[in-house]
């Protein structure tokens, strides 16, 4: 049966609960629509680790090109009952990763930067800057402009020896050295060699690489891009399982990457974990594979979704599709916004049209994190 809402905006579904707002201010839903959170707060974030994001006085900002940060007022920490678990108060608070959130606070025009643990607790090790975030128990750290890991007490476990890093994922955390990228373990062991041009973080076991191309200014962007490389896909051993052939590739998600350029064409397709070409003819821009189904857009014919045998389930009929979370995707068809189950049929629809998207907010400087 198809529940009819009055919200004005609305998020995805992440960890059951998804973000709505009713004129201006913001609170969540289940998956039946029944509205578990009040819409109090001016803004929120999806959950993370089972708590999410809430704000009281401020909103998302966006600076320039960087990513929206959720700044001015305070911020504090929702359960999934709703219930504050840690009170709007931080200048800024950062998601948990690993158990553990980044905050930052202001006095005295002077910043101050921790870690507190999910019962709002100080935990983690000291710090005196902004940090990266922990991920499986590590978090990137740096000195003389050099990286390396620190585990949670702060002691350096992976010395701080690389020009770039990224997050550990799946036992394995990108490194660069000399604009060379590879893998190495918690170990601080090059599984990878730094040899590729760039690297993406490790998914569904596998990881992408780039090979060849050059690294070239854009004054668009402002900064130094990589152009003209050619990708394939390494696993956690180091071993090159799929060449570096493609023109463009998505990562590996549930067994299957989308990619297009090879020796098959421009034509993006799946491929399986050896490279073997498993689904052709997949539209303009297919995306990568959620809860067994893949979005696939043909433009001005809408978009529809896939199973893994390549066959339709849904008919490309939306004008908007997202990716599935939770048994539930949104979709826009004409000017009505809501979500279908994995059958097609609109469970959830709105009687305004929402903006999916990050609420606005215009912060004076003082109000900008870091």
């Given amino acids: ?38 819409c109090k707060y001016d803004a929120v974030d999806d959950f993370h680790e089972g708590l999410a994001r809430v704000n009281i006085g401020g909103g998302w900002h966006r600076m320039e090109d960087e990513e929206p940060t959720l700044s001015g007022g305070r911020t504090g920490f929702i359960d999934k009952t709703g219930q504050e678990v840690i009170p709007c108060q931080f200048f800024y608070a950062d998601n948990f990763h690993d158990g553990l959130a980044q905050i930052e606070e202001r006095k005295g025009g002077k910043s101050g930067f921790f870690f507190i643990d999910k019962t709002g607790h100080r935990a983690g090790p000291s710090i005196e800057h902004w940090s990266d975030a922990f991920s499986e128990g590590l978090a990137k750290t740096w000195n003389d402009a050099k990286c390396g890991f620190m585990d949670k007490t702060g002691r350096i476990v992976i010395p701080c020896i690389y020009d770039d890093a990224g997050d550990f994922h799946e036992g394995c955390a990108r490194v660069g050295r000399n604009k060379k990228y590879g893998f190495i373990d918690k170990n601080g062991v090059e599984v990878v060699p730094c040899k590729y041009a760039w690297a993406f973080d ?169």
């Fill in 202 to 370: 490790f998914n569904d076991g596998m990881a992408q690489v780039w090979e060849g191309g050059e690294w070239q200014y854009s004054e668009d962007l402002n900064e130094d891009v990589l152009s003209g490389c050619k990708i394939g896909f390494v696993d956690s051993s180091g071993r090159e399982v799929i060449p570096c052939q493609y023109d463009y590739a998505l990562g590996f998600y549930e067994g299957l990457a989308m990619v297009k350029g090879d020796d098959d064409g421009h034509e993006p397709v799946f491929v399986d974990k050896t490279g073997h070409v498993v689904i052709r003819s997949v539209g303009l821009r297919p995306t990568a594979f959620s809860e067994g189904l893949a979005c696939i857009d043909f433009g001005k014919k809408g978009g529809g979704y896939i199973d893994k045998n390549g066959q339709f389930v849904i008919p490309a009929r939306f004008d908007t599709a997202c990716a599935f979370h939770n048994g539930l995707a949104m979709v826009r068809e004409g000017r009505t916004w809501g979500f279908i189950d994995k059958t097609g049929q609109m469970v959830i629809e709105y009687k305004t049209e929402p903006e999916p998207a990050l609420a606005k907010f215009d912060a004076p400087d003082d109000d900008i994190p870091f």
């Fill in 1 to 38: 049966m198809k529940k009819i809402l009055n919200y004005d905006s609305a998020y995805d579904f992440h960890e059951g609960l998804a973000g709505v707002c009713r004129e201006g201010k913001w609170g969540f839903i289940d998956t039946s629509g029944r509205e578990v959170v009040p």
